[in-house]
């Protein structure tokens, strides 16, 4: 009995001891199947690591909780393979982590349908091939640290609107995009810091468009900090490659530099078309990462410090340079000119009217972006574009395209942005006061048109790129 005694103490001993040894991996969690019901993973459960591709339905969501980490081990091509939903809602004190395992792809959506999404919000993502493959599914990821991608992520037609914004990349290997008419991409307010330093020369940029029907992606207020070679390129060998990138901060107040990291029918003429890229910031949008400590860098001690910094120069034609109206005769009857053969050499080529075209872009601002970013206001009252030259030129067609308003509707639009918005692309003179004029933007804000400058502004935040093929389908007009 005393022996009995004593080998059960002994097997109790060692149970417990192994129970004990084994304790810090209970609470890891083996994921080796798909997710076929609503999920949801919590940070009691984390880590949570994945011995196979994921598959999360097309009718099914998987939900992850702040604080939760979700592993992969080398060797697998994808941690999730999208088919319906993964929300992943972190907190900037509790993120949610995804390690890649040095070269799995995080997200792959190809064959998805148009309503599977993934939404990632205060989330970190390392270590990876690519970030995201696929077609018709849409990303929103905001407020997250992206690092460590060999691979360069891709957007095929996203069927809704995919939003990238106020994020960090470091050593990312860039986005393709391909955007058709159902989804716009926007990209801004993100710090991109570096590049893949091993990428192939074809795949060297940080975003590039291939594909564009409708508008143009949206890359604004971004930051480029250390990026050798492209930041923003068009695609070779695509006929409808556009890109719309004003009022991003690239890291130096260099002209040639900037220029250099913008490749576009100025660097290959085979390319579809120009990268707007300016005005440019002179310094970090407050509200992207790193704002802080990426300062703009002061000129060199050999220039003349009251030199006007070229970067604050709005862009023109090769034909047309004057910003705002010149105070001599000669260049007036010269700039005149110009504008003349311009929308003369436009009309020659409008030769079919595409009225349902015009009708869905009226009140827009368009920009022609395979030819030299050319801007045209489409006016609502006659569905004809008119070419906004410059500055003053801007200035003088939106203030004799516009129409009267009284205080009282003026201060609706001011307050009552679903009453603006049924007044969106029009331009309203004030005419119970001194004239102002205003522009009422498709989100229904107005903005004042105080002076030239103020209309070249606008005219170039708020434009739409389009291709020479589309925008010779509307009408000219002439004032």
Not at 187 to 211: E, G, M
Request: net charge negative.
């Amino acid at each position: 009995m005393k022996k009995l005694f004593l080998s059960l103490s002994i097997v109790a001993f060692v149970i417990s001891g192994y129970l004990a040894w084994t304790s810090p991996a209970a609470a890891e969690t083996i994921i080796n199947k798909d997710v076929t019901l609503n999920t949801t993973w919590t940070a009691a459960n984390s880590p949570y690591t994945l011995m196979k591709t994921i598959e999360v339905e097309s009718t099914e969501t998987l939900t992850i909780e702040p604080g939760v980490t979700v592993n992969m081990p080398g060797g697998y091509d994808s941690m999730f393979v999208l088919k319906g939903n993964i929300i992943a809602s972190g907190t900037a004190a509790n993120p949610i982590i995804f390690d890649a395992g040095g070269n799995s792809t995080v997200i792959n959506a190809k064959n998805s349908q148009a309503k599977a999404k993934a939404e990632f919000n205060n989330v970190t993502l390392k270590n990876g091939a690519a970030l995201w493959q696929g077609d018709f599914a849409y990303l929103s990821l905001k407020n997250s640290v992206i690092e460590n991608f060999s691979q360069r992520s891709y957007f095929e037609f996203p069927g809704n609107d995919v939003y990238i914004e106020y994020n960090e990349f470091k050593n990312f290997s860039g986005f393709s995009l391909e955007k058709g008419d159902a989804g716009q991409i926007y990209i801004r307010y993100n710090r991109f810091d570096t590049k893949n330093p091993d990428l192939a020369s074809y795949d060297d940029f940080v975003i590039q468009s291939k594909t564009t029907f409708g508008e143009s992606p949206v890359v604004m207020y971004n930051s480029f900090i250390n990026i050798e070679g492209a930041a923003v390129a068009l695609a070779a060998g695509e006929t409808s490659a556009a890109l719309n990138a004003p009022n991003n901060y690239w890291g130096t107040a260099d002209t040639a530099a900037i220029a250099s990291m913008v490749y576009d029918k100025n660097d290959n003429t085979a390319l579809a078309g120009y990268i707007t890229y300016e005005p440019i910031l002179t310094a970090p949008h407050a509200d992207t990462p790193g704002a802080v400590t990426d300062t703009v860098q002061p000129p060199a001690a050999e220039e003349p410090t009251t030199e006007e910094p070229t970067t604050t120069e709005p862009p023109q034609t090769p034909e047309i340079n004057e910003t705002e109206t010149p105070t001599t005769a000669e260049p007036n009857t010269e700039l005149a000119d110009k504008i003349a053969a311009f929308i003369t050499e436009e009309k020659d080529l409008t030769t079919t009217i595409d009225t349902a075209l015009a009708a869905r872009l009226i009140g827009r601002i368009l920009l022609q972006v395979q030819n030299h970013g050319e801007a045209w206001y489409v006016n609502p009252k006659d569905q004809k574009k008119y070419y906004l030259a410059n500055g003053s030129e801007a200035y003088r067609v939106m203030r004799f395209l516009s129409v009267g308003i009284t205080n009282t509707d003026l201060n609706k639009i001011m307050n009552d942005k679903t009453f603006a918005k049924k007044h969106s692309g029009k331009i309203f003179l004030q005419v119970e006061a001194r004239g102002e004029a205003y522009y009422i933007d498709v989100d229904g804000t107005a903005h004042y048109l105080k002076d030239g400058a103020a209309a070249y502004t606008i005219m170039r935040n708020l434009s739409l790129g389009i291709t020479n093929m589309d925008v010779r389908k509307i009408g000219v007009g002439e004032i």
